[in-house]
């Protein structure tokens, strides 16, 4: 059985091994940004490359795209973000720590469940501060904004202030015309979209799991109306068994529906699949959202489009206009769909799985994790399905010399050419295996005194260290098939 992670071990293997650091570690760090070192690097785009063969490749119905960050200021104007996005906040009145009201815990425990979106008239007479242990000396709630803000142009007249995009979703409402006027996709279909997002959050932790840059796979599902309860639920179970398939144990995933009062106002139903992590309140934390978006968000931009000229004589200020009344044609509108073969014209509605790499690689790396005994000694290793493993195989020469390291040096010049491969010959070849087992990696390929005579070398796989002797010829068929590559 699989040891239960801690978050500190999982921090501490992911330092040692270079999967992941604090960002600007030199000067002290930046809170809640990190870097990822050279195996953190290839697991990450591992785990963007496995969602992409999920959603786009194998399908026929997704496409994707690549849209920029910075974006025309009346994008968010129309989804709303501008005005609305924002988390409602808190100061404690003893020790100055400012906090999300809805992540305040009570002083006593209760069953009672805490309201998803706070107003401002909540009492906090209960709440606890995290930082010093308060209890009711909360300063009046008051609205955070999230988007981080920038500006673009080369003189002051010219000077826009832009957002850094908090999502990726609106990128791709944004491109919805362009992609049905550029390829011969229709109704129903997908685009999907991986890519950096940025939110100023107020409280942030727990490693990866929170952080202020971060990385989204969204897909935007158009449909039918009428036809998107049951595109909804295609979606859940298809997101839901992408965790189970690359390893993700079934015990330690559930999903949970979202409450009629916890609905985003734009959402017809919403469910989370949640992981059950090591940290926080309750260990079962967000892993990915499956929402049905209605049409909201393309009549949104409809609306948008039509205010484009208040936005220009008001000379880029989003706070002195506002999105005109929608049209009643709306359905001719650039954003309404026109199904040729029924002469039907509808907006669509949209189905969206939101899922964060950045969390999504932190649940492999603490579900992949595992201690154990081997002849008295501990073993830590990472169990990762091989599509994620950052080294899919170690090659070893047993020791240096008789023609050893010359042998797999030259297999490994062979295999790097199809794999990411690692070459090692420090050290013991048992302390070469537990290296590679700390790090993930499936195989490992030993050069001995047995490859000269008869051209095979040891192949040993991760989880049971069981050894199979493979002829060098056959090494990259051997490693395919086993990896399923």
């Not at 994707?64 to 988390?87: E, T, Y």
């Not at 008051?142 to 673009?152: N, P, R, V």
């Not at 068994?241 to 330690?252: C, D, F, R, S």
Request: proline residues 4%; charged residues 30%.
């Amino acid at each position: 059985m699989a040891k239960l992670a801690r978050l500190d071990d999982i921090v501490s293997l992911c330092k040692r091994r270079g999967f992941i650091y604090q960002s600007s570690e030199i000067y002290g760090g930046l809170a809640s940004c990190y870097d990822y070192g050279p195996l953190g690097a290839e697991l990450k785009r591992n785990v963007r490359n496995a969602w992409w063969k999920h959603v786009v490749q194998m399908r026929e119905d997704v496409v994707g795209l690549d849209c920029s960050i910075l974006m025309h200021p009346m994008v968010w104007k129309a989804s709303g973000h501008a005005d609305k996005f924002a988390d409602l906040v808190t100061v404690c009145k003893k020790c100055g720590t400012r906090s999300r009201v809805d992540h305040l815990q009570d002083s006593k425990p209760s069953n009672a469940p805490v309201p998803a979106e706070p107003q401002q008239s909540q009492d906090l007479s209960g709440k606890v501060c995290p930082a010093c242990g308060a209890v009711g000396q909360f300063g009046q709630p008051m609205a955070f904004k999230l988007m981080f803000e920038t500006q673009m142009g080369a003189n002051v007249d010219d000077t826009m202030t832009l957002f850094l995009r908090p999502e990726t979703a609106q990128g791709i409402f944004a491109n919805f015309r362009n992609v049905l006027d550029s390829t011969r996709i229709k109704v129903p279909f997908g685009i999907a979209q991986i890519g950096k997002s940025f939110r100023n959050e107020v409280t942030t932790k727990a490693f990866i799991f929170r952080t202020r840059e971060f990385e989204q796979a969204e897909l935007e599902f158009f449909c039918k109306p009428g036809t998107d309860e049951s595109w909804f639920e295609h979606w859940k179970q298809q997101r839901f068994n992408w965790y189970l398939e690359y390893g993700i144990k079934k015990e330690n995933l559930r999903f949970r529906e979202h409450e009629k009062d916890e609905l985003a106002h734009y959402a017809k139903a919403c469910v989370d699949v949640e992981y059950k992590f090591p940290f926080g309140s309750g260990d079962w934390q967000e892993l990915e959202g499956i929402a049905n978006r209605t049409d909201y968000d393309l009549r949104q931009h409809q609306r948008g489009i039509r205010t484009m000229n208040d936005w220009y004589e008001n000379k880029g200020d989003l706070t002195k206009i506002a999105l005109r009344q929608e049209s009643e044609d709306y359905l001719k509108g650039p954003l309404a769909y026109f199904d040729e073969e029924t002469r039907e014209r509808y907006v669509p509605y949209v189905i969206e799985p939101s899922a964060g790499i950045d969390r999504s690689t932190l649940a492999f790396l603490v579900d992949a994790y595992d201690e154990e005994q081997v002849n008295n000694e501990q073993r830590n290793l990472l169990r990762f399905h091989p599509a994620l493993a950052p080294v899919k195989a170690g090659v070893f020469p047993l020791v240096k010399k008789d023609g050893m390291p010359e042998i797999a040096m030259n297999i490994y010049n062979d295999l790097k050419k199809y794999f990411t491969v690692f070459y090692d010959e420090k050290a013991a070849v048992g302390r070469r295996y537990r290296r590679q087992d700390e790090a993930g990696t499936p195989y490992c390929i030993t050069v001995d005194g047995q490859s000269r005579e008869d051209n095979t070398v040891t192949v040993r796989e991760r989880d049971s260290m069981e050894q199979t002797r493979v002829h060098i010829d056959q090494v990259k068929t051997y490693l395919r098939e086993k990896l399923d590559l």
